[in-house]
C-alpha cells in the first residue's frame, strides 16, 4: 500500500518516529506539501495523511486511488469531507490530542498579560534591578486572577480543561455554549449568552468551533460590550476574531489585552495590525506542539490507520 504524508514537520520535527506507520506499507513523507504539489505527490496513494495541506474537491477527483486520508489535527476544513464521502475515501482525525496543552497555554498567555514576565525578566537581565534604589520594582500593572470571571466560550473538551483551571485558581467560571446539557460542578459556574458573558467577564477565552455563524463573532460591535480592564485569550481558530477590530479596540484602550495564539491568516501578513497592537501577545499556534501532545497524535493517527486497515474506523468525519 503505497502511504503519503503531505507536511510532517509539523507533528515530527525530528524527535519522534514514524516507524509505526512503515508497519502498513511504503511511506512516502514530505516536511512540507504547497498546493501545486499535493496532486502529483499523492496520485497513486490509497492513504494520505495531511495537516494543513488542503484536498478540495478537485484534486479527490482526480485521485481515484485514494481510500483513506488521515487528518494529523482536530480541525479538518482542509479536506472536502463531502467530495470524499461521494467517492467512498474515508477521512479521520484526532480530537483529543492536546487537550491538556492547549488549557495549559490559555493560562500561559492570560499569565503573562497579567504580570508582564517577560519584560520585567528582560528588564532584571538589562540591569535595571540592579541600578534599582528599591529591593522591588514593577514596570506594568501587576492583575491577580483569584476573585475574577473567566468567561468560556465554547464549553467542550478544552473549554472545560480551562475552566478547571480556572476554578482552582479562586475564579469565577461562566459559559456560553449550544449544548447546556452537562453543567460542571465547579461552585460558582453558570451559563450564559454569548453577548452577557462579553459583558460580565474579566477574561473571555475562546474555545468555539469555526462556523460560519461564529466567523468574526468577536468584532467591533462585540468588543464594545467588553470591560475597559477585559482581557481576550484565544487559542481556538483565529477568523473567530476580527484582527482590524480587535487591534482597534486594543490600542484605543477600549481592553486590557489580549493573548492570541492564533490568527485569522497563518502565517500572518507582516502588516497584521495585531502584530503591533498594544498589549497584545502573539504566539505562532503552539499551544498544541508540546511534545507530550505531538507524541500522543501520532500514537492516534497510527491507531486510527490500523483500526481502518481493520475494517473498524474510528475517529470518522466522512
Known amino acids: 500500500m503505497k502511504i503519503v504524508v503531505l507536511d510532517g514537520y509539523c507533528l515530527n520535527p525530528g524527535d519522534l518516529s514514524w516507524e509505526p506507520l512503515r508497519n502498513f506499507g511504503e511511506v512516502e513523507i514530505f516536511d512540507r506539501t504547497a498546493a501545486a504539489q499535493v496532486l502529483e505527490r499523492t496520485r497513486g496513494a490509497a492513504a494520505a495523511f495531511t495537516n494543513k495541506s ?12 485514494l481510500r483513506y486520508i488521515g ?5 479538518h476544513n482542509i479536506v472536502d469531507t463531502a467530495a470524499a464521502a461521494r467517492q467512498g475515501i474515508v477521512v479521520t482525525n484526532v480530537p483529543t490530542y ?5 488549557a495549559q497555554f490559555v493560562f500561559a498567555l492570560l499569565l503573562e498579560l497579567c504580570h508582564d514576565v517577560g519584560l520585567h525578566a528582560a528588564s532584571v537581565h538589562a540591569g535595571e534591578w540592579s541600578r534599582s534604589p528599591d529591593w522591588s520594582y514593577w514596570k506594568s500593572p501587576l492583575v491577580e486572577l483569584a476573585g475574577k470571571t473567566m468567561g468560556i466560550v465554547g464549553l467542550g473538551r478544552i473549554g472545560r480543561a480551562v475552566g478547571s483551571i480556572a476554578d482552582a485558581m479562586g475564579m469565577r467560571v461562566m459559559a456560553a455554549d449550544s449544548d447546556q446539557s452537562h453543567s460542571p460542578a465547579w461552585p460558582s459556574f453558570r451559563w450564559a449568552a454569548f ?4 459583558a460580565e467577564s474579566d477574561v473571555v477565552s475562546l474555545h468555539a468551533p469555526l462556523l460560519p455563524e461564529t466567523r468574526g463573532m468577536v468584532n467591533e460591535r462585540t468588543l464594545r460590550l ?14 473567530l476574531v476580527n484582527d482590524c477590530d480587535l487591534a482597534d479596540a486594543l490600542n484605543a484602550g477600549r481592553l ?7 490568527l485569522s491568516i497563518e502565517p500572518p501578513e507582516e502588516h497584521n495590525p495585531l502584530l503591533q497592537a498594544a498589549n497584545c501577545v ?9 511534545r507530550e501532545a505531538r507524541s500522543r497524535l501520532m500514537d492516534l493517527t497510527v491507531e486510527n490507520f490500523a483500526a481502518w486497515v481493520a475494517g473498524s474506523p474510528r475517529n470518522l468525519i466522512a
Open 54 to 65: 488542503l484536498l478540495p474537491a478537485e484534486v479527490l477527483r482526480a485521485l481515484p486511488e
Open 256 to 262: 486590557a489585552g489580549a493573548g492570541l495564539d492564533v
Open 282 to 290: 502573539v504566539t505562532p499556534h503552539i499551544a498544541w506542539a508540546t
Open 98 to 102: 492536546a487537550t491538556a496543552s492547549v
Open 71 to 75: 487528518v494529523l489535527a482536530t480541525g
Open 226 to 239: 467588553m470591560k475597559p480592564t477585559a482581557f481576550l485569550i484565544n487559542t481556538s481558530r483565529g477568523p
Open 195 to 198: 453577548e452577557e458573558l462579553l
